[in-house]
């Protein structure tokens, strides 16, 4: 799916900017799931 958007991106730039904000969202998950505790 985001391969086939990243195909359709005209400019580098765009992709790179994709790939950003999507290195961020994983970075929030990941601290999200380190604060929030385990249900035991």
Do not use: H
């Not at 799916?1 to 359709?8: A, V």
């Not at 400019?11 to 994983?26: G, H, M, P, V």
């Amino acid at each position: 799916m985001i391969g086939t958007w990243l195909r359709k991106t005209r400019t580098r730039r765009d992709a790179s900017q994709l790939a950003q904000e999507r290195d961020d969202l994983r970075a929030q998950i990941l601290q999200a799931n380190w604060t929030v505790p385990a249900p035991e």
